[in-house]
């Protein structure tokens, strides 16, 4: 019985399959679209001394239009996310400067007591054995 339920999964998997992949091929849209060979070419306004200065005319209006769907924040709200990018700053920077200094007193100290390499270094060993037991690495 269970043989037979695999087997009409498999046909209605198979079944399923086919179906997605018929609906997935492009459709005509059913009718005629114009071709690209038979348009003509737009005529560019001005001569050649003109049109750089009507290009950038354009964009600078683009820019405008473009900048008026901006939806920029109130004094507000621009003041608030400006504290706290400061603070993550500041609270990163002193947590790096921590470590750094950290590492290079543990640098000084291992370069007077090898042993002290050997014990960062199979501590790092087992701490990347561990980490890779428990599917983190």
Not at 21 to 45: A, F
Request: hydrophobic letters at 45%.
């Amino acid at each position: 019985m269970a043989a037979e339920k695999t087997v009409e999964e498999k046909q209605n998997k198979r079944r399923r399959r086919r179906q997605a992949e018929e609906e997935e091929e492009v459709l005509g849209k059913g009718r005629v679209t114009p071709g690209r060979r038979n348009k003509s070419e737009e005529k560019t306004e001005g001569n050649f001394i003109t049109r750089p200065f009507l290009a950038l005319v354009n964009y600078f209006q683009d820019v405008s239009a473009e900048l008026d769907k901006v939806s920029w924040p109130t004094r507000e709200e621009a003041l608030r996310l400006a504290r706290i990018v400061l603070i993550v700053t500041v609270a990163s920077s002193i947590v790096l400067g921590g470590l750094s200094i950290l590492a290079a007193a543990l640098l000084d100290f291992g370069l007077m007591n090898e042993i002290v390499f050997v014990v960062a270094f199979v501590g790092i060993v087992a701490g990347a054995f561990v980490a890779m037991r428990r599917g983190l690495l």
